[in-house]
């Protein structure tokens, strides 16, 4: 290389090599996309597979070969290091696959994905990511419809969670549009309120935001899980009388535990009488609004201020797909995030900045979320995605049926959504009194 006429060398290096062999490099991706093939995809519902082929944390270390060396690896070890990683790994599209809240595999979501993890894109202006921008735009305002809005505005987040924070500042920048040159000196004790039964990223938020987990004012809940009108409005009262600012309420459509939905149309009469923003933490529920037979289950959600909805739960778009939905169509979620960085959004482009959507997140770089849910609805349609939740609703109904036939098994509660909540009493504790010696057993075995 060095005896090339035209060589560039600069400090040592030489500046017009090339910096990796092509030829292997799409060898090695078309051989790993087989083993991809052969070991996740034709074996997703294989109930002959392992879920997971589990190994202590210090055995997985030493099959793995986790250390980093100064020289890189042959292709054939690499390989072999992607067969073990799909071996020792959890499979969540395996039929037997039961934890939080996600599991399965839709094709169509995973062609999506291979698509934009091939591309690398990053979703913040149009010049760079022309095509997801508009794919987003088109799925939050169907997504939109659903809820029952006649216009809003959104983005997709890395998870729930974040949803959830977004909606807890956006609400605090509505309720005090000052702190975000002034910060939080100036402020008066501000509360927030949500239902015992409501997801830990609540605390979590207040905690990031500096609002603070004692000022998050947990609202009971009701034998089934959903918070209760009157204590609410007994809390916002008691918080006025302290001197406190209550500036939220967060309603849950679908708990972590019991999938249990607030009384959306009660809490949103609380809320305008004492002029709070309401958001709903759909996250988990809030893909029963597709199901023309279940979205009764969120009834009064079209009065809530901003929603959280995961795509990537119930309705199988892959993890992560989530958004955060906003009736306000006004640019407040612009107007509270937006840095108008100079290089980056620049108002005198060649095209329609409005596009330019990357000032309405916190993040800079973002994932095109929105195209694996994107994708996999043009595949099934409204009808297909319907049919998802129905299927999922009958399953568990089948389920519960089951469990009250069953010997040993304890059903907690009539569920409304897809939890079902039950004890396994072992034969040992079958004949024994219910009591503290009981429940202490009975915990240990679960």
Not at 168 to 196: D, H, Q, W
Request: glycine residues 6%.
């Amino acid at each position: 290389m060095l005896q090339k006429k035209n060589a560039v060398l600069v400090d040592g290096v030489i500046l017009n090599g090339p910096i990796m062999d092509s030829k292997a490099g799409e060898k090695f991706v078309e051989e790993a996309c087989k083993i991809i093939m052969e070991e996740i995809i034709q074996k997703a519902d294989d109930v002959t597979e392992k879920v997971c082929e589990w190994q202590a944390p210090e055995a997985l270390k030493q099959i793995l070969d986790l250390e980093m060396k100064d020289t890189g690896e042959s292709n054939q070890k690499l390989l072999q290091l992607c067969r073990d990683v799909i071996q020792y790994s959890v499979k969540t599209s395996h039929p037997r696959f039961f934890n939080q809240l996600y599991a399965g595999t839709d094709y169509y979501s995973l062609v999506a994905r291979f698509i934009t993890e091939a591309l690398n894109p990053s979703v913040y202006t149009y010049e760079v990511s022309p095509v997801f921008l508009l794919v987003e735009e088109a799925v939050i305002k169907k997504m939109i419809e659903f809820i029952g809005w006649k216009e809003g505005d959104g983005i997709f987040n890395p998870g729930g969670s974040v949803s959830n924070m977004y909606a807890m500042n956006l609400a605090r920048y509505k309720f005090c549009p000052e702190i975000k040159e002034k910060g939080l000196s100036g402020l008066p004790r501000l509360v927030l309120f949500t239902s015992e039964e409501c997801h830990y990223s609540m605390k979590k938020a207040a905690s990031f935001l500096g609002i603070g987990t004692e000022n998050v004012c947990f609202i009971k809940t009701d034998e089934r899980g959903k918070m209760i009108p009157e204590e609410l409005e007994k809390q916002v009262q008691r918080a006025r009388k302290e001197g406190s600012a209550p500036f939220l309420v967060c309603a849950t459509a679908g708990t972590t535990v019991l999938g249990a939905f607030d009384p959306l149309d009660k809490i949103a009469d609380i809320c305008e009488k004492y002029g709070l923003w309401l958001h709903v933490d759909a996250s988990w529920g809030g893909s029963a609004l597709i199901s023309r037979k279940h979205c009764r289950l969120l009834h009064g959600i079209h009065r809530a201020d901003s929603v959280a909805w995961n795509p990537h739960k119930m309705l199988l778009a892959g993890i992560q797909c989530c958004a955060l939905l906003v009736k306000d169509n006004s640019g407040l979620l612009k107007k509270c995030y937006s840095a108008k960085a100079a290089y980056l959004f620049q108002q005198d482009k060649f095209y329609d900045v409005s596009y330019d959507t990357g000032d309405k997140s916190i993040q800079c770089s973002r994932r095109p979320d929105a195209f694996k849910f994107w994708l996999m609805w043009k595949a099934l349609g409204t009808t297909g995605l319907e049919e998802r939740v129905n299927r999922a609703l009958a399953l568990a109904r089948y389920l519960v049926e089951e469990i009250k036939k069953r010997e040993g098994f304890q059903l907690l509660l009539e569920p409304e959504y897809a939890n079902i909540c039950f004890w396994y009493i072992p034969p040992s504790l079958r004949k024994m009194e219910d009591g503290p010696e009981f429940w202490q057993k009975l915990h240990q075995v679960s």
